[in-house]
């Protein structure tokens, strides 16, 4: 149980276009999903917070008119990457907490390598 | 500033040989501490957590951490380490619950036969 998917698991896009990643949790409801960023041989950066139906909390330095997170039903998030440009390239990552889980448990995807050209 | 601290960048052992993960923290009271696993192509793993109580945790796949507040430590070990645990390994804190997750910058373990 607890599992939580990214699609897709790996993207290039060109510079100046904008690029969706979902992020579902399969087996169970997510009231809370969050947005990580990932640089080679670094550790994981919160971006932003996103609680269903409601608008996403960005992390200070993050631009939320860049990364776009949209987390319209409890099984999906979205996070939009707008005009992308070669240094948006990354490893993005998405967790989500359940709505009745009392462990406070994340459970983490497994992450979709953006590369911007 | 609530930060999570891995000393160690990298960690070689053989196989069969005990490992031990260090990771401290710095926050105003002690936090919530989590110790996750990352593999390539797969998601982060929680291995353990401690929040309150016994200050030994024993977590999945054979690990255990020991939390230790006069240090404001957080290590993992493992008895015997197999191939297999080869991996990213990343300490995390919150100061709550439902508060969100600082990450160390991990510790890659490489694993000789």
């Known amino acids: 149980g607890a599992v939580v998917s990214q699609h897709p698991s790996w993207v290039i896009c060109k510079s100046g276009t904008s690029v969706k990643i979902e992020c579902r949790s399969l087996?169970?409801?997510?009231?809370?999903m969050f947005w990580y960023r990932q640089f080679p041989k670094q550790s994981l950066m919160l971006m932003a917070t996103?609680?269903?139906?409601?608008?996403?909390?960005?992390e200070q330095g993050v631009e939320k008119d860049k990364f776009l997170i949209n987390h319209a039903s409890l099984t999906l998030s979205t996070l939009t990457v707008t005009s992308a440009h070669p240094e948006d390239s990354s490893f993005y990552i998405c967790?989500?907490?359940?709505?009745?889980?009392?462990?406070?448990?994340?459970?983490f995807g497994p992450g979709t390598r953006l590369t911007v050209t | 500033a609530q930060s999570v601290t891995q000393p160690d960048i990298h960690i070689t052992v053989s196989e069969g040989a005990s490992l031990e993960l260090r990771c401290n923290y710095s926050?105003?009271?002690?936090?919530?501490l989590f110790w996750y696993v990352q593999s390539p192509g797969q998601g982060l793993q929680l291995l353990l957590k401690?929040?309150?109580?016994?200050?030994l945790v024993q977590g999945i796949k054979g690990f255990e951490a020991e939390f230790k507040r006069s240090q404001s430590s957080f290590n993992l070990r493992k008895p015997s380490v197999h191939w297999s645990d080869a991996a990213e390994y990343f300490c995390?804190?919150?100061?709550?619950?439902?508060?969100?997750?600082?990450f160390g910058a991990g510790t890659r373990l490489a694993v000789h036969p």
């Open positions: 967790s989500a907490r359940g709505t009745s889980d009392y462990s406070y448990e994340q459970y």
């Open positions: 087996d169970f409801q997510a009231t809370t």
């Open positions: 996103s609680n269903e139906g409601s608008k996403a909390t960005y």
């Open positions: 926050y105003g009271a002690t936090p919530y």
């Open positions: 401690y929040f309150s109580g016994d200050t």
């Open positions: 995390a804190a919150s100061s709550g619950g439902y508060n969100k997750l600082i």
